[in-house]
């Protein structure tokens, strides 16, 4: 009860913090986006034609009337139709977000496990060769773009110039139960799971290994190793069972631009049709629908795991209270 009188006390207190995403990104679009008729009429258009458009488009509105709209599409959570593509906002992203997900998911999941190990003997090691090598391993990962990384790795697997395992562009997995092939699902991820594991593990590794260092400096830690305890034991019952707070912090804020931005290089690059792909299509001609309803499933999901977030606190540590 306690539980979920929180989370309703949480999301009612998000609201101010909804309104105020909303308006500044509404805003932002309004006075500072493209004008849509123009972009839908051309260079060639006349006055007459442009306000008949803008009329027909609701741009001739007052402003506080047409973010009274937007309120209202987000709190019924219909965004209307693509100025790009006369599809229905909701269709678009019900269709592309699993897409997003499933590319995402096995390297945002194996490049924080990864990491998770790698920060873990790093800072039991630390000033060693091993801590120099991991160390040294990660800033090479964060150093090196990853457009690069994606484009050598897909040179390096998915051409004829190199092993040619694996496809280069395309996405033909079924989305459903009945259609749904694990294995062509593995040939089409694989590649982009590497290229996002290669590039994560730099950036993750030195955040954990700063997290795990800290740890091996409590008391009962010391106590524990000076008892004799081993490495294995000592890092996974001692140290990261006592980091998980910052771990889970930094995991679960990093889900919703996972399933809402995906990866849009990755995604461009491979030809996966994922929400990343969608989104960025929509910045780069002014579909202002398709952005509203990026930015603002961005600011929701974001307030729901914050909140998970929260929960999980006192699941690993009963000390913490929810107030």
């Given at each position: 009860?306690?539980?979920?009188?929180?989370?309703?006390?949480?999301?009612?207190?998000?609201?101010?913090?909804?309104?105020?995403?909303?308006?500044?990104?509404?805003?932002l679009m309004v006075y500072f986006g493209p004008d849509m008729a123009y972009e839908k009429l051309g260079k060639n258009a006349t006055i007459e034609d442009l306000e008949r458009e803008r009329e027909k488009?609701?741009?001739?509105?007052?402003?506080?009337?047409?973010?009274?709209?937007?309120?209202?599409?987000?709190?019924?959570?219909?965004?209307?139709?693509?100025?790009?593509?006369?599809?229905?906002?909701?269709?678009?992203?019900s269709s592309t977000i699993?897409?997003?997900?499933?590319?995402?998911l096995p390297g945002f999941v194996f490049g924080n496990l990864i990491s998770i190990v790698f920060g873990l003997w790093a800072a039991y090691h630390r000033g060693r060769r091993l801590d120099k090598g991991i160390m040294a391993g990660a800033v090479v990962g964060m150093s090196i773009s990853?457009?690069?990384v994606v484009i050598v790795f897909q040179l390096l697997?998915?051409?004829?110039?190199?092993?040619?395992?694996?496809p280069s562009t395309g996405w033909e997995v079924g989305m459903n139960l009945q259609e749904f092939n694990i294995l062509d699902y593995m040939e089409y991820v694989t590649v982009p799971t590497l290229c996002t594991i290669?590039?994560?593990?730099?950036?993750?590794?030195?955040?954990?290994?700063?997290?795990?260092?800290?740890?091996?400096?409590?008391d009962h830690?010391?106590?524990?190793?000076?008892?004799?305890?081993?490495?294995?034991?000592?890092?996974?019952?001692?140290?990261?069972?006592n980091s998980l707070i910052p771990i889970l912090t930094r995991i679960i804020l990093s889900l919703?631009?996972?399933?809402?931005?995906?990866?849009?290089?990755?995604?461009?690059?491979?030809?996966?049709?994922?929400?990343?792909?969608?989104?960025?299509?929509?910045?780069?001609n002014g579909d202002q629908p398709v952005t509203k309803a990026a930015v603002v499933c961005t600011a929701i999901l974001y307030l729901v795991f914050l909140t998970l977030t929260d929960i999980l606190y006192q699941v690993v540590d009963p000390r913490i209270s929810l107030k």
């Amino acid at each position: 009860m306690d539980t979920l009188r929180y989370t309703l006390r949480k999301l009612l207190y998000s609201v101010p913090l909804i309104l105020g995403v909303t308006l500044l990104s509404f805003t932002l679009m309004v006075y500072f986006g493209p004008d849509m008729a123009y972009e839908k009429l051309g260079k060639n258009a006349t006055i007459e034609d442009l306000e008949r458009e803008r009329e027909k488009l609701g741009q001739n509105k007052p402003f506080i009337v047409r973010y009274g709209n937007f309120l209202q599409s987000v709190v019924t959570f219909d965004f209307g139709e693509s100025n790009s593509t006369n599809r229905k906002v909701t269709e678009m992203f019900s269709s592309t977000i699993p897409v997003s997900i499933l590319v995402a998911l096995p390297g945002f999941v194996f490049g924080n496990l990864i990491s998770i190990v790698f920060g873990l003997w790093a800072a039991y090691h630390r000033g060693r060769r091993l801590d120099k090598g991991i160390m040294a391993g990660a800033v090479v990962g964060m150093s090196i773009s990853f457009l690069i990384v994606v484009i050598v790795f897909q040179l390096l697997f998915c051409s004829s110039s190199g092993l040619n395992w694996f496809p280069s562009t395309g996405w033909e997995v079924g989305m459903n139960l009945q259609e749904f092939n694990i294995l062509d699902y593995m040939e089409y991820v694989t590649v982009p799971t590497l290229c996002t594991i290669f590039v994560s593990v730099g950036y993750n590794t030195r955040f954990y290994r700063a997290v795990f260092v800290e740890e091996l400096t409590r008391d009962h830690v010391r106590t524990a190793k000076a008892f004799g305890c081993g490495p294995v034991r000592l890092l996974f019952k001692h140290v990261l069972k006592n980091s998980l707070i910052p771990i889970l912090t930094r995991i679960i804020l990093s889900l919703p631009f996972v399933i809402i931005g995906g990866s849009i290089i990755i995604e461009s690059y491979f030809g996966i049709p994922g929400v990343g792909s969608v989104v960025y299509d929509a910045i780069v001609n002014g579909d202002q629908p398709v952005t509203k309803a990026a930015v603002v499933c961005t600011a929701i999901l974001y307030l729901v795991f914050l909140t998970l977030t929260d929960i999980l606190y006192q699941v690993v540590d009963p000390r913490i209270s929810l107030k």
